[in-house]
T-cell receptor, first 117, second 115 residues
Framework: AQSVAQPEDQVNVAEGNPLTVKCTYSVSGNPYLFWYVQYPNRGLQFLLKYITGDNLVKGSYGFEAEFNKSQTSFHLKKPSALVSDSALYFCAVRVSILTGGGNKLTFGTGTQLKVEL | SAVISQKPSRDICQRGTSLTIQCQVDSQVTMMFWYRQQPGQSLTLIATANQGSEATYESGFVIDKFPISRPNLTFSTLTVSNMSPEDSSIYLC????????????FGPGTRLLVL
């Protein structure tokens, strides 16, 4: 079975400060990890993914995430937050095809990011 | 990426009726999925839409309640049958593209309110 934990329901950050949204995962096999963002009344937008290679991955809108295999984590980060980053962020995991996984994505419960002036 | 459209974008329906949601993609896709996002909740996979054959449903979801069709590679429908207020959710279509087979891309969602 695979699972994702996002321990924080909400993260508050002042504009211009760095932000971190936490995600830990559990899978049997090599993970594929994803971050998605959902703005109010919108669908999910893909931000970034880790498949293999460099542990630090860069994505859209200045976001990045670091894959840490020993801590089974994939935290989302941004050096300087913007008010427009305020949204609901979802971490998701699936098992790589090479280790027997399919396409089923398992999502975390989501973290509401609020960036204030 | 690709343009994924869903119709309708939102609807308000009466208890006991059915609603069919359409998902159309403008690129070649390998897989299509339907998810439900209940108010304030995360996403739950309903089923994988298989081209030309019956969908593959996840535990807790059945074909009689959520019939799905996928007549070709780029189009699928999800019907929510005999609706009750508990079916009020956002329903999202997602796809895996030929060009980016590790990633699922999502449509804008259909917001359903059942009275």
């Amino acid at each position: 079975a695979q699972s994702v934990a996002q321990p924080e329901d909400q993260v508050n950050v002042a504009e211009g400060n760095p932000l971190t949204v936490k995600c830990t995962y559990s899978v049997s096999g090599n993970p594929y990890l994803f971050w998605y963002v959902q703005y109010p009344n919108r669908g999910l937008q893909f931000l970034l993914k880790y498949i293999t290679g460099d542990n630090l991955v860069k994505g859209s809108y200045g976001f990045e995430a670091e894959f840490n295999k020993s801590q089974t984590s994939f935290h989302l980060k941004k050096p300087s937050a913007l008010v427009s980053d305020s949204a609901l962020y979802f971490c998701a995991v699936r098992v790589s095809i090479l280790t027997g996984g399919g396409n089923k994505l398992t999502f975390g419960t989501g973290t509401q990011l609020k960036v204030e002036l | 990426s690709a343009v994924i459209s869903q119709k309708p974008s939102r609807d308000i329906c009466q208890r006991g009726t059915s609603l069919t949601i359409q998902c159309q993609v403008d690129s070649q896709v390998t897989m299509m999925f339907w998810y439900r996002q209940q108010p304030g909740q995360s996403l739950t996979l309903i089923a994988t839409a298989n081209q030309g054959s019956e969908a593959t449903y996840e535990s807790g979801f059945v074909i009689d309640k959520f019939p799905i069709s996928r007549p070709n590679l780029t189009f699928s429908t999800l019907t929510v049958s005999n609706m009750s207020p508990e079916d009020s959710s956002i329903y999202l279509c997602s796809v895996v593209l030929w060009a980016h087979q590790e990633t699922q891309y999502f449509g804008p969602g259909t917001r359903l309110l059942v009275l």
